[in-house]
């Protein structure tokens, strides 16, 4: 893709993050963090109707609940004020342990109670969720039987705790 095309194609993605705010006859309301929120419940509402296959692997509902995880993060730290624009940094982009030490920075375990474990779980996701191995074929891991692949059932609990604990806080930030 040559240059001119990369930015033609970031900025027809960053046009939709120019509207945090929404003002009606004098009432302004922040928008962001109910707006990330209602993805993310989305996509863990479809996660969880996606019946398990026979295969250990199913990478659309991996994807699915780890993309559920990322905008629920991104969804707390709207509520604590982080603009669109800088959870879009690729300093943040779709790292699930970044997002995660930044939204636990932010007071994030005041509001969802996540033990070391789950905590793990999410890092543990975070590598092939980034590398994007639950979106495109990674091969070399598929052979070696996918060693770093968290349990589905955990990762699934994981992002229903965040979605749940975390819709007041994304209504009251509004």
């Given at each position: 893709?040559?240059k001119?095309?990369?930015?033609?194609?970031?900025?027809?993605?960053?046009?939709?993050?120019?509207?945090e705010?929404?003002?009606?006859m004098?009432l302004r309301?922040y928008?962001?963090?109910?707006?990330l929120?209602t993805?993310?419940k989305?996509f863990?509402?479809?996660?969880?109707?996606?019946?398990?296959?026979?295969?250990p692997?199913?990478?659309?509902?991996?994807?699915?609940v780890?993309?559920?995880i990322?905008l629920?993060?991104?969804?707390?730290?709207?509520?604590?004020?982080?603009?669109?624009?800088?959870?879009?940094?690729?300093?943040?982009g779709?790292?699930?342990?970044?997002l995660?030490e930044?939204?636990i920075?932010?007071g994030?375990?005041?509001?969802?109670?996540?033990?070391s474990?789950e905590?793990?779980?999410?890092e543990?996701?975070?590598?092939?969720?980034?590398?994007k191995?639950?979106?495109?074929?990674?091969?070399?891991?598929?052979?070696?039987?996918m060693p770093k692949l968290?349990?589905?059932h955990?990762?699934l609990?994981?992002a229903?705790s965040?979605?749940?604990?975390?819709?007041q806080t994304?209504l009251n930030a509004?």
């Amino acid at each position: 893709m040559t240059k001119n095309k990369k930015e033609t194609k970031k900025t027809r993605a960053k046009k939709h993050m120019q509207v945090e705010f929404v003002s009606i006859m004098g009432l302004r309301t922040y928008i962001s963090p109910i707006a990330l929120h209602t993805y993310a419940k989305d996509f863990l509402r479809v996660a969880k109707i996606i019946p398990p296959d026979r295969v250990p692997f199913t990478p659309a509902r991996f994807y699915l609940v780890c993309h559920a995880i990322e905008l629920s993060l991104k969804s707390f730290l709207s509520a604590r004020k982080a603009t669109l624009q800088s959870l879009s940094a690729p300093s943040l982009g779709h790292n699930l342990s970044v997002l995660l030490e930044e939204a636990i920075a932010g007071g994030l375990q005041s509001v969802v109670s996540l033990r070391s474990s789950e905590l793990k779980i999410i890092e543990q996701a975070s590598e092939y969720y980034a590398e994007k191995v639950f979106e495109y074929p990674a091969i070399f891991e598929a052979i070696r039987g996918m060693p770093k692949l968290p349990d589905w059932h955990s990762l699934l609990n994981i992002a229903s705790s965040l979605v749940d604990d975390l819709e007041q806080t994304c209504l009251n930030a509004s």
